[in-house]
Nanobody, 128 residues
């Protein structure tokens, strides 16, 4: 059974940093495409960043240059380093996984519908 457990969320002031972690088990983690998503109250879930099994990455425009996704296949863990946080980054953050990676015009897709397995989420709150 695939399990994903996020941690590392919290409350920070604008300009601060957080690192989210996602511990995964139950499948061949290293071969899966992984992603981070977020959902703010009253808004749809949106893709933040994704990383393929070969290390290819893609980011939402809103986080480019501030967030970094990475994976440690030896530890079966996915990370999201978030710097220069803004109040608009406030949301519940989820990690997700899928056996397949989807590309369009050379870019790894960030659509939530492309991912089959989900964690329970960790809250990130950024105050101004």
């Amino acid at each position: 059974q695939v399990q994903l457990v996020e941690s590392g969320g919290g409350s920070v002031q604008s300009g601060g940093s957080l690192r989210l972690s996602c511990a995964v088990s139950g499948y061949a983690y290293s071969s899966y495409c992984m992603g981070w998503f977020r959902q703010a109250p009253g808004k749809e879930r949106e893709g933040v960043a994704a990383i393929d099994s070969d290390g290819s990455t893609n980011y939402a425009d809103s986080v480019k240059g501030r967030f970094t996704i990475s994976r440690d296949n030896a530890k079966n863990t996915l990370y999201l380093q978030m710097n220069s946080l803004k109040p608009e980054d406030t949301a519940m953050y989820y990690c997700a996984a899928d056996r397949a990676a989807y590309y369009r015009r050379g870019y790894l897709l960030l659509g939530p519908e492309k991912f089959s397995y989900w964690g329970q989420g960790t809250q990130v709150t950024v105050s101004s």
